[in-house]
């Protein structure tokens, strides 16, 4: 199930403020991106103090995932893959974006209503359906306007999503290649994996 891409926007963010941002994987400048200054949850990117955009850059579009992220939630792979994403930038001196899209774009409120769905039966598409939801909210042409801020027009995006394919490949950034991000799954969260591959075509198998 791969949503229609829109068609990219006009550029709405612009670079804000950045900084230098030591992590346990690393030095990485941090820069926010938002349409106006006093944004409060601007998007992020990270890039590796030793990234060259003259050559392709390994590139993780991450939408934000506070429960997994942050807290850990073994609900998803999220948390997981951002960390991941993030030992991988460093090494290959890379770029993470992250987004500021919680739950596939629904939020945090409707997220924690879906998950109680979830514990009745529902699989994570129908949980969102039953609430009068778009399986997959999220818009990545912010994503693409971050790189162009960036001059990066050519990466190796770390992904298995579809839908992230598809919206770059139809923009003006090269996918050199498609490097996959799998995380091994556990009890909590085999069927949300399973679903995300059976029902929204991500590309791993279980």
Known sequence: MVKKIEPIKKSTVKKQAEALIPTPWGNFRMIAFSERE??????????HENCNIAEPVLTR????????????????????????AMELAAERQGVVLYLRQEGRGIGIINKLKAYNLQDRGLNTVDANLHLGLEVDARQYHIAIEMLDALGITRIHLLTNNPDKIEAVEHSNVQVVSRIPLVIEPKKENFKYLKTKQDEMGHLFKL
């Open 61 to 84: 579009i991450h939408s934000e995932c506070i429960t997994g992220d942050l807290f850990g939630s073994k609900r998803c792979d999220c948390g997981e893959q951002l960390h991941k």
């Open 38 to 47: 006093e944004e409060w949850m601007p998007h992020l990117a990270l890039i």
